[in-house]
């Protein structure tokens, strides 16, 4: 049998010259390079994909706040509203106020014997419909309107005995008092 020996010999390697080796020691130093300079930035780009996703959670988070905070101030906007019309109209009740307080205290009441079925204001007129046991209760009561400061000219507009025997009336008079 013969053998063929297909590898060359040591003697073979020898003769190789060192540029080659130097080119695949290079050739290796390379690949571990762009090997490390891969690794590298791969773990960059998965550092930096972390940070967008945990930025894009903070935004959703700031956002569902942001439409809290929106609300909120929707809200307070509507409070500041209804606190200043409350303001508004406390000022101005003031006058109607004043009115029927000086209205219920000129109203006889030692014996009761009068009693209001309205009051209607127009401006500064005002018109007072009653009834009432008798003549003199109109009369106390005409002349306690007459005295306060609240109203002047104060005139029985109409008086008329009804069948049930109470006398209904109409008063007509002007107010200094500011109710609008």
């Not at 013969?2 to 010259?17: H, Q, V, Y």
């Not at 309205?118 to 009561?141: K, T």
């Not at 069948?163 to 008092?177: K, P, Y």
Request: include cysteine.
């Amino acid at each position: 049998m013969i053998r063929i020996n297909l590898l060359p010999t040591l003697e073979a390697f020898e003769k190789i010259p060192i540029q080659i080796y130097a080119g695949v020691a290079v050739l290796a130093l390379g690949i571990l390079g762009l090997g490390g300079w891969y690794w590298q930035s791969y773990t960059k780009i998965k550092d930096k994909e972390q940070v967008v996703s945990q930025l894009t959670q903070e935004s959703l988070r700031l956002d569902a706040i942001l439409v809290k905070v929106s609300e909120f101030e929707a809200r307070k906007k509507s409070l500041q509203d209804r606190i200043s019309a409350i303001d508004f109209l406390r000022e101005n009740q003031k006058g109607p106020v004043e009115l029927m307080n000086t209205v219920i205290a000129s109203i006889p009441d030692n014996p009761p014997g009068l009693w209001l079925s309205s009051l209607l204001q127009r401006g500064n007129n005002i018109s007072i419909e009653g009834r009432a046991f008798d003549v003199p209760f109109i009369a106390d009561f005409i002349a306690t309107l007459n005295d306060s400061p609240t109203f002047k000219f104060v005139e029985l507009q109409f008086w008329e005995q009804e069948e049930a025997g109470n006398i209904r009336f109409q008063l007509n008079c002007q107010t200094e008092v500011e109710t609008e």
